[in-house]
């Protein structure tokens, strides 16, 4: 007991006060918040394993991306429901040909599809 009185000043140590460990985080990419790590999906192809946006972020992303894609969709849908045929009932051997036309008009192949499509429709209605 003397030893103690002696180190620490008293009879009994001082309790050591717990400290605080911080969990780990990072910034967020798109909003710049320091965010925990389970803000954040996984992505196997970074080198930390997370996506370099938080879930928040990235949801808000997508929320935009599929109401862009939907109205995309909804035009080339129209215009394939309208002509009473799918993309996919053209022939293999015509589909290469429309990439290779596609490719030489420097235009994408489903606005060439649509224009196809197009003058279907014209032509069945002459």
């Known amino acids: 007991m003397n030893i103690l009185k002696t180190l620490f000043g008293r009879?009994?140590?001082?309790p050591i006060a717990p400290t605080k460990i911080e969990a780990p985080?990072?910034?967020c990419a798109t909003c710049k918040k320091?965010?925990?790590?389970?803000?954040?999906?996984?992505?196997?192809?970074?080198?930390?394993?997370l996506q370099a946006e938080c879930k928040g972020c990235r949801a808000k992303y997508m929320r935009g991306y599929?109401?862009?894609k939907k109205t995309e969709i909804a035009k080339v849908k129209i215009a394939v429901d309208h002509a009473n045929i799918t993309i996919h009932m053209i022939p293999r051997?015509?589909?290469e040909f429309l990439a290779?036309?596609?490719?030489?008009r420097?235009?994408?192949k489903n606005d060439l599809y649509?224009?196809?499509?197009?003058?279907?429709?014209?032509l069945a209605n002459k």
Do not use: C, M
């Open 11 to 14: 009879a009994t140590p001082k």
């Open 66 to 68: 599929w109401k862009r």
């Open 114 to 122: 649509l224009e196809v499509i197009q003058q279907y429709v014209f």
């Open 106 to 108: 420097k235009i994408k």
């Open 25 to 27: 985080s990072k910034p």
């Open 100 to 104: 290779k036309l596609a490719a030489d």
């Open 93 to 95: 051997k015509e589909v």
């Open 34 to 49: 320091q965010l925990s790590l389970t803000s954040y999906s996984k992505n196997r192809d970074s080198k930390d394993g």
